[in-house]
């Protein structure tokens, strides 16, 4: 039996299920695991001396145009979604990588605010809120890799202001490119069928692979190894065995 | 210069700057993050083939006898105790060990229900709460090796029940103990100067050692990435480099 694909709603209601009264989880818990993992990857394929400057993109969080498109996700859920790139940074700052964070539209929950001032007290810079593109274009020029971490499985087009002028610059750099569940612009069923989105060298799934990753050719790791076998076999994802005890698994043909 | 060992009242203060406002972390993310490294160091040392059967063994929590003794102690702190225990032992059975927990005085709080259920779910066995030492007997009877999250370092001895009768029994087991921050029944400061302490092989200091196991000389590892540099700067840490992205560190003579 091979892996399972998710949709985006089974994607969806696992996340759930981790955080129902059953399965306890706090979105801190699942989120601090999740970047992990993020990070873990990148680190894994980037090495510190030769890719130092990480430029870790986050998504709107759960605010903004993302969230009146996430109509029946719980409030909670789409928390996940630009929160993991900030653990991620953090994490990457603890490695010795220098991260800085692009975050154009910043969560405004409380959590969003915590792992903010985790970040800024690590000293990771974030790039300044601006009209224009100059200051990402700036942060680019000294960027070694990209973590794309800015829409993950709710995401449904269109790509909105300000990650619409944000998403060509990222991919006219032509620098390396870790994405974070989903490559972003990517629908998360079907791929990049609109060709507007990134073309990650790397794919870090949580959880499980998306549908529209079916196709991705590049290294592909698995992350957010919390999982309980009943969940797995419930939802019969058949998860391939993470090696010792690490967080993250390479997933290969 | 080398690293410093840490009294219980600079370990308490270093805690309370990660948890204030300064710097955001929840509870959530540092027991996270400590039980994933207790786990890993364990799992570093015991392999799973040879030593699948782990007894977790959980301090009193928040609430009891110890609670008493923490004056001066915020809530939040004491929770940090005892609650590893249980993170650690979710993850154990991720990577695929059998751990039994024995946590004979467990937490009201919200935390430790969840960080129960989150352990239920995985199917991972607790000892019954009982008025005699039959049912630890029967658990040590199959154990492989002991994770002993009993006391921390907020400890001050005497020894109350029942960790009284049940320190002797871990000790007589004569089975390899992983201790999480400070043996049981060790001094933070002073080490093992009752003598009553467990002789744990392997020792898992976490954020930095504690005065109290200078003289300890097992396997010594260190977890709990995540203190910001200029924390451990304030603080004059001089912790050693973990290396990679690793979440646990040996360190050496």
Redesign the interface.
Known sequence: MSMKHLTAKLAQQIDEELMNQ?????I??LM??AG?AC??AL??VYDKKRYPNVLVCCGPGNQGALQKLVTGLSAKLTLLEGGDGLVAAR?LG???YTPTIFMPKPGSKDIY???K??CD???IKTIPPSNDTSALRDALSSTNVILDAIFGFSFKGPIRSPFDSALPLLSGSRLPIVSVDIPSGWDVEEGNVEGVGLQPDVLVSLTAPKLGVRSFNGRHFLGG??I????EEKFELNLP??P??D?ILELKE
């Open positions: 059953a399965g306890a989880f706090s801190d818990q601090e695991l992990l990070a873990q680190a894994r994490h603890m490695f010795g605010q915590r792992l001032s985790q007290n690590m000293k190894r919390f309980p076998k009943t969940l065995e993470y010792g005890s967080q």
